[in-house]
């Protein structure tokens, strides 16, 4: 029979676990371990809801000014201010913010609400890229209109203008300024610029009295967006002057040289003559000879004095310098004997000799190639007979005597002398 081997006092049998503790001491495996720390969870809740609610708040103050800027633009930017029916012509000056320029608008009666005016300027980029110089604004825009004139933008409207021939430059001031082109006085300024003069090669002279481009500013049709520099709207005209008069000059190279070796004619004179015909004729296929008239009084040797008498030239000077000529006083486009004689109206083709100191008026085509290429006649005379047509005549006595005939059926009929 087996002994068994009492257990030792020290030693003590140990059952099979599954993981053994790993301290002294520690629980037996049987009993679940105990539960991880925990975050304080509740603590970060509440700031984050705080945070979401200033979030919040700070997008909901954010979206009422987005509202607010989108109805300022879509609202009052497309609110056309009151509209008496005038136009503003504004010398815009550099540098203004957006409050200086909404006060300048308001001056001007262009805008419903300065404050809202400046506050729309802000919004939509300032005024860094308006234009300084003259502007013409037209009471009853819209502050988007405004913005697009004030900036030159191509986004403006156009507009057709058509310059009839024998408009002076004042006749065109005013059609421009009608049509909200330019303003009438910037426009004037501009044809009259000695810095422009020069630039586009305008001959002068040094004649007396104010310069300007006129008899340069051709008549024809063009296209302008609405409130346009003056000075842009002058070289146009003259470039397309230079255009035309190139190719008269080649075509009528004859004509050119003739006036030229009899009379020291270039083309300022050609210019001042086809001027005072486009003035006269009424009929275009008068006007070769109405030329012929003009020339054969400065070329004939026995016709004296070599006056041209003709009305059209001393009206001239009522637009031009009606301060210097007193008959001018209260002038309302009819032309008087006093006008034709005032001994100071440097204009008038009845108290002094040969061609007026300029061009009165912007002359066609027809009538600068009259001048060049006129009728071959010996008519020193011509008088109106009715209907936009004229007796010509070789004689004083034969003119005497269609004047006497005009006079009978048209008492108030004034005559070249």
Known sequence: MPTRVPSSPGRRR?????????????????SPPPPSPRKPRARVSRLSRRSRAALFALA???????????????????????????????????????DQAAALLARHGLVRSEGAMAMFLRTTGGTGAFVPGPHLL????????????????????????????????????????KLRVAGKNAFLRASADPLLLDELGIERKGALGIESAEGYL????????????PKEIVRRLVTEADRRWAALAVQHAAG???????????RREILILASIVEKEAVQADERPLIASVFLNRLLDPTFRPRRLQSDPTAAYACFSEPDIVPACAGFTGKITPAINRDSKNRYSTYVNDGLPPGPIANPGAPS????????????????????????FSEALDQHNEAVRKLRQTSPSTERPE
Do not use: C, M
């Open 218 to 229: 051709f008549p024809a049709t063009y296209d302008f967006p609405l409130d346009t520099d």
């Open 60 to 98: 909901g103050a954010v979206g009422a000014v987005g509202l607010s800027v989108l109805a300022l633009v879509l609202g009052y930017g497309h609110l056309h201010a009151p509209d008496a029916g005038a136009t503003v012509e504004v010398d815009w000056p550099a540098g203004l913010d957006s």
């Open 368 to 391: 600068i190639e009259a001048v060049l290429a006129p009728a071959a006649t010996k008519y020193l005379y011509f008088v109106a007979k009715g209907g936009g047509r004229h007796t």
């Open 256 to 266: 050119f040289a003739s006036l030229r070796n009899t009379l020291g004619y270039g």
């Open 14 to 30: 140990r059952r099979a676990s599954p993981q053994a503790p790993s301290e002294a001491g520690a629980l037996p495996s049987s």
């Open 138 to 177: 037209a009471q009853g825009l819209d502050p988007w209109d405004l913005r697009h004139l004030l900036e030159r933008s191509p986004k403006r409207p156009a507009t057709r203008v058509t310059i009839p021939e024998g408009f002076h430059r004042f006749d065109i001031a005013t059609r421009l300024e």
